[in-house]
């Protein structure tokens, strides 16, 4: 699996540390690459872009709180990304929603705590109930026409 990340300023230790622990995947890295402050949209908009691409198969994006990077991330055509606090909610990003980006606080998690997040999200399975098939169709509906 070819995992793409992408953090702001407030997440390059985190990220760095992320990428040690997750060398079982081939990674690609899309910055920022040093703690002096960046604006998040680009790095968040640039790794979207690559899921979209099928540049990579999965995108977990970083900030201090994991909220700018989700927005940014979400008004990308096709992204579901995901922000996530729990091991909980890393399971339903993969069962109800079939996220293909996940976005974390890298002041609220450790490399660690991510990485065990991303294991659970990756050994999940989109569930085959046709209830969250068709409240994904809806969404993508909603972007191609803003209508329900």
């Given at each position: 699996?070819k995992i793409g990340l992408a953090n702001d300023h407030r997440a390059?230790?985190?990220?760095?540390?992320?990428?040690?622990?997750?060398?079982?995947?081939?990674?690609?890295?899309?910055?920022?690459?040093?703690?002096?402050?960046?604006?998040?949209?680009?790095?968040?908009?640039?790794?979207?872009n690559a899921v979209i691409n099928k540049?990579?198969?999965?995108?977990?994006?970083?900030?201090?709180?994991?909220?700018?990077?989700?927005?940014?991330?979400?008004?990308?055509?096709?992204?579901?990304?995901?922000?996530?606090?729990?091991?909980?909610?890393?399971?339903?990003?993969?069962?109800?929603?079939?996220?293909?980006?996940?976005?974390?606080?890298?002041?609220?998690?450790?490399?660690?705590?991510?990485?065990?997040?991303?294991?659970?999200?990756?050994?999940?399975?989109?569930?085959?109930?046709?209830?969250?098939?068709?409240?994904?169709?809806?969404?993508?509906?909603?972007?191609?026409?803003?209508?329900?």
């Open positions: 699996m390059y230790k985190v990220k760095e540390e992320l990428k040690s622990l997750l060398d079982e995947y081939d990674i690609v890295d899309y910055g920022c690459f040093s703690s002096e402050m960046v604006d998040y949209p680009k790095y968040a908009l640039t790794l979207s540049e990579v198969d999965l995108g977990i994006v970083m900030c201090g709180t994991g909220i700018g990077v989700s927005i940014a991330c979400n008004k990308v055509k096709k992204i579901r990304c995901a922000k996530i606090d729990n091991k909980d909610e890393a399971k339903s990003a993969k069962e109800h929603n079939n996220a293909n980006v996940l976005a974390f606080s890298a002041q609220s998690h450790t490399a660690k705590e991510i990485k065990e997040m991303v294991d659970i999200f990756i050994n999940s399975t989109f569930l085959s109930d046709p209830r969250y098939k068709m409240r994904i169709e809806q969404v993508e509906k909603y972007e191609e026409t803003n209508e329900y």
